[in-house]
């Protein structure tokens, strides 16, 4: 927010929008104003160590969960025939996350980065704030609600999100050719829009909420004993395992 309206004030709106990348050069135009170039070297280097270390820790925590998570305990239930298997199938997991997301890299190309990141939250939110929130506050809160939750929360935030705006329908113009020219995901012509909000969000989150409500509401687990158990861990960290030697 702060370098948004300092890029605003030092370099101007319509520059910004001119510019390569539109609103996510703010941040390397204003270090060059302020600067020079040794600024926006530094600026650069930052920004491009950070997407490194978040694409290869998103890319190894994803390739490993479905190796040892779905693979091996979920697809061949725990009867994994070696350790190999189980790397490769993590190699090839990589490859395929590594692919779809550049395919969506160049989906969103034209996107604000900051948009995208709020969207991240939202489905992040969406699927897990419930959860965590119930799990630690109400006593009756059970499995069934904790899949509604989960399972409901990130269905219907990518059903909006596909709906949205950001996917499909939204125009603006260039400021270079006055051209009206997609600024959604998809391009100019192509709209199935019927969600108004770009971000989910606002309807997605307390729509877990309920939906974790109901599936606890429609099951008859109850263990005062385990959440009792599991209270004490989350405050405490007493009752956590420990480290295992590999």
């Known amino acids: 927010l702060v370098l948004g309206y300092g890029a605003g004030a030092l370099v101007g709106a319509d ?7 539109g609103e996510n050069a703010a941040a390397p135009m204003l ?3 302020l600067g020079g170039p040794v600024l926006l070297g530094i600026i650069a280097a930052i920004a491009f160590a950070t997407i490194l270390a978040v694409v290869a820790g998103l890319t190894i925590t994803a390739s490993a969960s479905f190796a040892h998570d779905i693979y091996a305990n979920v697809i061949k239930k725990g009867e994994v025939d070696s350790k190999e298997s189980e790397v490769r199938v993590a190699r090839i997991t990589a490859v395929v996350i590594g692919a779809l997301a ?3 890299g160049i989906l969103a190309r034209e996107q604000n980065v900051a ?3 709020a969207l991240a939250f939202a489905v992040a939110a969406s699927a897990n704030l419930p959860t965590i929130v119930y799990s630690l506050f109400w006593r009756r809160f ?3 609600g904790a899949l509604f939750s989960i399972y409901g929360g990130l269905i219907v935030t990518i059903t909006l999100i596909v709906f949205s705006p950001a996917v499909s329908g939204k125009v603006k113009v260039d400021p270079e050719t006055g051209e009206e020219v997609s600024a959604s995901m998809l391009p ?4 199935f829009s019927w969600f108004p909000l770009e971000n989910p969000g606002l309807v997605s989150i307390p729509v877990s909420f309920f939906l974790g409500w109901l599936g606890t509401m429609l099951s008859k687990e109850h263990d005062s004993e385990k959440f009792a158990e599991m209270e004490v861990r989350a405050l ?3 009752g ?3 480290a295992t030697q590999h």
């Open 188 to 191: 100019l012509g192509v709209d």
């Open 102 to 104: 550049i395919v969506g």
């Open 236 to 238: 405490t960290g007493a």
């Open 240 to 242: 956590a395992e420990k």
């Open 31 to 33: 270090a060059q104003a």
């Open 115 to 117: 948009f995208l990141v």
């Open 142 to 144: 059970n499995t069934r």
């Open 15 to 21: 520059a910004i929008s001119s510019a390569p990348g």
